[in-house]
């Protein structure tokens, strides 16, 4: 039982339904009217509730995937299990997108005619489609603008393998000071003013910090009063360093993420259907804004319930039938994840 209790921390799932959450309520303010500057977490910490998202799955996604790749560092048995766990549930958010939307909300005529190369690119690079105009007159005109952060998250994955690959993982000082030094990028001037660098410098730097709460796991000691200290640290620092806000987040909001993960919490049981939330809740609450434009609350509420229906349908029929496929092919004692 205690096996299996580590193989399937609830907890983890819940966190990640939370995350996905946040995204969707930031994007229901940027959506409609594309001010994200109103939006709540961005007038009290300089960063979006859809930021802190995202950041939130990259830390956990870092030790997640360095865990796994730590339990089988075989890298063929690696990135099937990778690519079975996020690609058909991209694929298929993708094509519906393309579909829905293009027949509901169109912007210009000939819309599926005028799908190219550059939409064909845009999804083996598993980012977010590019396709013509849709929902004309609005601030924001894409598909689906979630799914950015998939190219970013695969990429780390790659990142991963390599370092696995070539034994890096054993040298954890190293691991530690690459950390740093891309988590110091994060408090860096230049970093705040150059966009060309915050996808990739940004979210390799979280997934870092989470690798490296895995890799020091041993070491990192989770008490009470170290969890009240980051809680009282890290809000102290946005105040003080409001633009240093994604450092402080990622350092203390991490450890106390960490902190919560490991407490014997009684979370209950439900499918994991945060993946298929944050890949429908962008096009959802832009349909939900073009019908029917008013209360960015109305909206949030509205999309979430909706959404969690998609992504309880995405789990069942998509995802984890590849989680089955996935532990069917790969020995049942290695599938960590």
Known sequence: MEKNRERRNHTLDLLRLAFAVLV????????????????????????????????????????????????????????TKRVLRIVPGYLVAVLLSTLVVGLLAPGVEGFFRKLGSRYAVSVLLLGAPVTPIVFPGCPLNTVNGSLWTITYEFGCYLLVLLFGWLGLFR????????????????????????????????LTAVFSVGACFYL????????????????????????LF???????????????????????????TFPDISYGVYLYGYPIEALWIWYHRGSPWVTFLAATLISIGLGWLSWEFIEHPML???????????TAI
């Open 216 to 239: 020091f796991r041993d070491r990192i000691v989770f008490r009470p009063l170290f969890a009240a200290i980051a809680a009282v640290a890290g809000p102290v620092l946005i105040m």
């Open 324 to 334: 089955l496929l996935k532990r069917k092919n790969l020995s049942p004692a290695r």
């Open 171 to 202: 040298v954890r000082p190293l691991c530690l000071a690459v950390s740093l030094a891309l988590v110091g990028d994060l408090f860096h001037p230049y970093f705040h003013h150059h966009n060309d660098l915050i996808s990739a410098v940004r």
């Open 24 to 79: 969707l309520l930031s994007h229901a303010a940027e959506i409609t009217d594309g001010n994200y500057s109103r939006e709540i977490g961005a007038r009290l910490t300089h960063m979006t509730f859809g930021s802190i998202g995202v950041d939130g799955f990259f830390l956990l996604s870092g030790f997640l995937i360095v865990k796994s790749w730590e339990k089988n560092p075989k890298p063929i048995d690696y990135l």
């Open 242 to 268: 409001p633009h240093d806000t994604e450092g402080a987040i990622v350092v203390f909001g991490g450890y106390l993420m960490f902190y919560l993960v490991q407490l014997p919490l009684r979370v209950p």
